[in-house]
């Protein structure tokens, strides 16, 4: 059985630091695209940031540039997300994706999810 495990959400103040991994089981994604999305209560879920197979393409959507980085370690087949100057808007439950096949900024593109992490920011 193929599965995305992520860890590492909580709850921090305005402002702190949050590192998100997802470790894949059942196969590896070294030669897929993965990605990060979020879905607030009550909103689509959207995409936050995105990695090619060999990292050389990155793309993160507005709100979060230059306070989140993506990067994925080949050697053990995990994504990150580090999340620094978080803010309240930033609470939503994070899922890590892969294998998307179609436009990565669409969630019905990617054919592997993950069960999500809790982030919560209180301000």
């Known amino acids: 059985q193929v599965r995305l495990v992520e860890s590492g959400g909580g709850l921090v103040q305005t402002g702190g630091s949050l590192r998100l991994s997802c470790a894949p089981s059942?196969?590896?994604?070294?030669?897929?695209?993965m990605g990060w999305f979020r879905q607030a209560p009550g909103k689509e879920r959207e995409w936050v940031a995105v990695?090619?197979?060999?990292?050389?393409?990155?793309f993160y959507r507005d709100s979060v540039k230059g306070r989140f980085t993506i990067s994925r370690d080949r050697a053990n087949d995990t994504l990150y997300l580090q999340m620094n100057s978080l803010k309240p808007e930033d609470t939503a439950k994070y899922y890590c994706?892969?294998?998307?096949?179609?436009?990565?900024?669409?969630?019905?593109?990617?054919?592997?999810w993950g069960q999500g992490t809790q982030v919560t920011v209180s301000s």
């Open positions: 994706a892969a294998d998307p096949d179609g436009s990565w900024a669409d969630s019905s593109a990617w054919g592997y």
């Open positions: 059942g196969r590896t994604f070294s030669n897929d695209g």
């Open positions: 990695i090619s197979p060999g990292g050389r393409n990155i």
